[in-house]
T-cell receptor, first 110, second 116 residues
């Protein structure tokens, strides 16, 4: 059974204090790993797809990396507007649906 | 309208009521999804439709009844719900359900459902 575990559950940062969020996964045949951002009361917003170990993608202050067992979402010099819950999901082989983690709730304090 | 829209945004219903949630996607996608999001839990997939055909029913109770008349519209019909069904119901769409690149899902804003 595909599984996704995100840590920490919650993270509080000062503005400008860089950090990383972790997404550990077990899946039979990874087809894709997805990162989403979710603001309170809204639907998740797609950020990145990573397909294979070693791949990296960047968007503004966010950088996602992937190994065979985990993915990191690095946040460089975060701003208060980066405060949100970040969700990780994986798709395994065989057309299986996405499996989501519980998310990391990030708070960036000015 | 752009992206994925959902109506209503908020819904309060009694346990004996019947109501429907509506989702519309303006992205030209072929697959649509219903998810349930409860506090402290991961997103729970409920139903998947691909080219209007249901391809996934994740053991959802029959008090939830989906309908997909075309690739752009998705409904979730609700009847005799329980208080534990209170949650945020999210609709999503994607190009398809095959390769990961076509699996990138785009979500609507959700309907906050409260069952009293």
């Amino acid at each position: 059974e595909d599984q996704v575990t995100q840590s920490p559950e919650a993270l509080r940062l000062q503005e400008g204090e860089s950090s990383s969020l972790n997404c550990s996964y077990t899946v039979s045949g990874l087809r894709g790993l997805f990162w989403y951002r979710q603001d309170p009361g809204k639907g998740p917003e797609f950020l990145f797809t990573l397909y294979s170990a070693g791949e990296e993608k960047e968007k503004e202050r966010l950088k996602a990396t992937l190994t065979k067992k985990e993915s990191f979402l690095h946040i460089t010099a975060p701003k208060p507007e980066d405060s949100a819950t970040y969700l990780c999901a994986v798709q395994g082989s065989g057309n299986t649906p996405l499996v989501f983690g519980k998310g990391t709730r990030l708070s960036v304090i000015a | 309208e752009t992206g994925v829209t959902q109506t209503p945004r908020h819904l309060v219903m009694g346990m004996t009521n019947k109501k429907s949630l509506k989702c519309e996607q303006h992205l030209g996608h072929n697959a649509m999804y219903w998810y349930k999001q409860s506090a402290k839990k991961p997103l729970e997939l409920m139903f998947v439709y691909n080219f209007k055909e249901q391809t996934e029913n994740n053991s959802v109770p029959s008090r939830f009844s989906p309908e997909c008349p075309n690739s752009s519209h998705l409904f979730l019909h609700l009847h005799t719900l329980q208080p534990e069904d209170s949650a945020l119901y999210l609709c999503a769409s994607s190009r398809g359900t095959g390769a990961a690149s076509s699996y990138e899902q785009y979500f609507g804003p959700g309907t906050r459902l409260t069952v009293t």
